[in-house]
């Protein structure tokens, strides 16, 4: 008879045992991708793995990366990361100015379902061409799989989403008062267009406009986000609004894209042109506004458990702060209001955890605070504000600025004392601050200037804790003056660098193991 082990005992996985089940393949596809970026993390850990730049391309535009592809030319050139060496995947052909790229997004293919279409389970990039063009293209030939005309009474410029990988919204440029309108005293109180659609397959949820009348005089803008319509004002206002009760009540049909429509006068195909996407949703009277605030600046976030929202209170002695409160009633939670007091040219930053934890990230250039909200035992509506972790900037004290010598008119000499910044760049300072979800590893990049060159660090720290778990020296010289972007995605690093004479340039790192001794 076998002993079974004690419940108390070290659990070890035998290699081979875990090799032999992979090949057999695993009913727990979840279970076994988090092994494999557990082993990933561990490796890329190690004191014998490096980052090696094997890449770099440049650009006469901005360049744009998600998931494993980087986008050149207004997204019409396409390569992939994730090979050893960067490779080109496509390039669309040129085209006009009128007919470019304007934004797009990537849509990857939903893994639990599958749609009747092939095309339509496959993963694609959403372009906003400039005369008003949805095209669905695939991710990996570029070649068209679907296109949609939007209007042609307003030039649509930007998506966005509004449920990551489920339903996004295109929006139109602010509609202007026209020269016949102005002389003829006709005031003209829409905003903008709205168009709403769902992914996998693509479908239309519907066109709305944005009405003054309704929405208020002062209003400038509006985007969707995880079901809410949030309208922002001119006095530093924003109103929040449920999109479904909005579809709800004021969607006088539900229409389909390619099929034949008369709505509103019009008749033609939806989607087609030059009929496009008619207004299918009426707003014409103010829902109800589920939230509101007024802020100075940044704007409002909300998120975190339990929910709280972030910002700062309109008055100029507020500037620099943060504050955080229950969206429940309002109540500033107990050392809710953050300040850095920071004393540099780039303002500090905080936003919600991207990692679902509901804790909150407040980024300077000298600190980096990960906050948890933490409620009172027995008492779920009073939270407080406590640090989980801290990482800090190495900071030499003993740097010392020369005081400036002036000597005045009347021959007295006077000397002016000037205070470091904290995003000084003698000291090392944070740039920037990102999140690996697939590692859980937190990737900041601090910088530093030595030989009159700026240099820069990718740091690697460990979610949970804040430890430092490793530094990774990025090759090119780092220039404040101008604009950086970095990405670290799997083994994986790519900087993306504004360039003098307005280019752009693209390097790539690739992990890779030093040979042992």
Known sequence: MCALPSPCAPRTKNSCAVLASRSRGSNDFGRLLGANFKILRNIILQDDTEFVKVWSKTSKSLIAYESGRIYFDNYRCCYSSLLPKPEQLYELPKTPKTEKIEDALLCQCPLDNVLPNASEQKSCLLALTAHNWLHRLSADTGGTLQRVYLSSHLKFRSLGWDSSQETFYVKSIQ?????????????????????????????????????????????????????????????????????????????????????????????????????????????????????????????????????????????????????????????????????????????????????????????????????????????????????????????????????????????????????????????????????????????????????????????????????????????????VTYSHEVYFDRDTIIHTVQEKNNTFCCHVYKMKRRPSD
Not at 187 to 208: S, Y
Not at 258 to 271: P, S
Not at 299 to 304: D, E, N, W
Not at 441 to 446: E, F, K, M, N, Q
Request: negative net charge.
């Open 175 to 479: 509609s202007k008062q026209t020269t016949l309108q102005r002389q003829a005293g006709v005031d003209n109180n829409i905003l903008m267009r709205v168009a709403v659609f769902q992914v996998f397959p693509l479908e239309l949820v519907g066109m709305l406009e944005i009405n003054k009348k309704v929405f208020g005089k002062t209003a400038v803008d509006v985007l969707l986000s995880q079901g809410v319509l949030a309208v922002s004002h001119s006095s530093k206002h924003v109103k929040l609004y449920s999109f479904e009760f909005i579809v709800n009540k004021f969607r006088i049909e539900k229409l389909a894209l390619g099929q034949q429509c008369e709505i509103n006068g019009g008749k033609g195909i939806v989607g087609d042109a030059p009929y496009g996407i008619p207004i299918n949703i009426h707003i014409h009277e103010c829902p109800p506004v589920l939230f509101e605030m007024s802020y100075f600046e940044n704007g409002v976030q909300i998120g975190g458990y339990p929910w709280h929202y972030i910002y700062t209170p309109n008055h100029k002695r507020h500037r620099g702060t943060h504050h955080i409160c229950s969206i429940t009633d309002g109540e500033l939670a107990e050392n809710g209001i953050q300040d850095m007091k920071c004393d540099s040219l780039e303002a500090d930053s905080i936003f919600f955890h991207p990692d679902d934890s509901g804790r909150i990230v407040h980024a300077g250039p000298s600190a980096i605070n990960v906050l948890k909200i933490m409620a009172e035992t027995g008492c779920d509506w009073k939270c407080e504000i406590v640090t989980d972790f801290s990482i800090t900037a190495a900071r030499d004290n003993s740097v010392i600025v020369a005081p400036q010598v002036i000597v005045t008119s009347s021959g007295r000499t006077v000397k002016r004392r000037f205070q470091l910044l904290d995003d000084d760049p003698a000291q090392e300072t944070f740039r920037m601050v990102k999140y690996e979800d697939e590692l859980d590893l937190l990737a900041v990049i601090d910088t530093t200037h030595t030989e009159d060159e700026g240099r820069a660090h990718l740091r690697l720290h460990d979610n949970k804790t804040g430890i430092l778990m490793k530094r990774l020296p990025l090759k090119e010289p780092w220039d």
